[in-house]
């Protein structure tokens, strides 16, 4: 039997793909970026978080071990929704392409139930794994964090060698897919890297469009109830203006462009 390791599902989702959604947290991922929204989702094993009940802290597990059936079954529950409202499954995480036998399966159970899946994905992984799961996929949203090297590795921990390589083979293929840009102040969000990631998109042949994804503050609590310091303590989201000003610029070169996606 395979299983993976799950640590939420997100009903009525109106974000990461077209219509009301379930959204499906994939646990562990190979990157630890510095403003990361899900911590509690990067270790691959289950971790423990502190919650405030009327019984003062207690501690809960975040990570449960799921069979593919049993996540399919959670899936279907809302294929009514899906259906009237042209939405589907997203997988997220931590990082959905760090289980691939368990994704895989999981997306044949979702294509043989024509549920529309989407892959929310930082594309760091074996190019064999994007191979076998992109024609099981119907939308992949793909983040483009960091162009230069160095600086990629500093805030996300891995290089972005085999992220390139494999937006460069999605772009050559057939599955429908969108870049995703987290605006992190001075990290992703510098001048010279939107330069940079501007002049690499526009090389691109079968992208749809552009997501811009303003950094936030949600996850300040977490790292708190994970017993760490906020590595993103004092950083303020940029601006209404200044995120506006960037979809400006990517729309002026002919992308559609969202903002949160
Ligand atoms: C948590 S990640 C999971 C999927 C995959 N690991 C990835 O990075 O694309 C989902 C999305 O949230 C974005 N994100 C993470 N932390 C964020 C933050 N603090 N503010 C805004 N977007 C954030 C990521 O860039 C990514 O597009
Ligand atoms: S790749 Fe995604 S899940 Fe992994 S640390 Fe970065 S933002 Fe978080």
Redesign the pocket.
């Known amino acids: 039997m395979t299983q993976g390791t799950i640590f939420k599902i997100k009903r009525y989702a109106l974000h990461d793909g077209p219509g009301i959604r379930t959204t499906v947290f994939f646990k562990g991922?190979p990157?630890s970026?510095r403003?990361?929204?899900?911590p509690e989702?990067i270790d691959p094993r289950p971790v423990s978080m502190v919650k405030a009940s009327p019984e003062g802290a207690v501690h809960e597990t975040v990570g449960e071990v799921m069979e593919v059936a049993e996540l399919v079954t959670a899936i279907e529950k809302d294929q009514l929704f899906y259906d009237e409202s042209g939405g589907g499954v997203t997988f997220?995480?931590?990082?959905p392409l760090a289980q691939p036998r368990f994704l895989e399966a999981v997306l044949d159970a979702c294509n043989r139930r024509d549920i529309h899946a989407a892959l929310?994905?930082?594309g760091f992984a074996p190019a064999a794994v994007l191979d076998r799961l992109l024609p099981r996929l119907q939308l992949v949203?793909f983040?483009l964090?960091i162009m230069d090297a160095d600086l990629h590795r500093k805030y996300t921990g891995v290089s972005n060698e085999s992220i390139i390589e494999n937006l460069n083979r999605i772009d050559g293929g057939l599955t429908p897919w969108r870049l995703?840009i987290?605006l992190?102040p001075g990290m992703t969000d510098t001048q010279t890297n939107l330069e940079q990631i501007a002049r690499f998109a526009a090389g691109l042949k079968s992208i749809q469009g552009i997501d811009l994804?303003?950094?936030?503050r949600i996850?300040s609590g977490k790292y708190r109830r994970l017993g760490l310091a906020d590595p993103?303590a004092g950083i303020d989201p940029p601006s209404p203006d200044h995120v506006a000003a960037i979809k400006d610029r990517f729309e002026s070169t002919g992308f559609d462009v969202s903002i949160g996606g």
Do not use: Q, V, Y
């Open positions: 991922c990157l970026c403003w990361c929204h899900n989702g997220s995480g931590g990082e929310d994905t930082s949203l983040d964090k995703r987290p992190i994804l303003p950094f936030h996850a993103m």
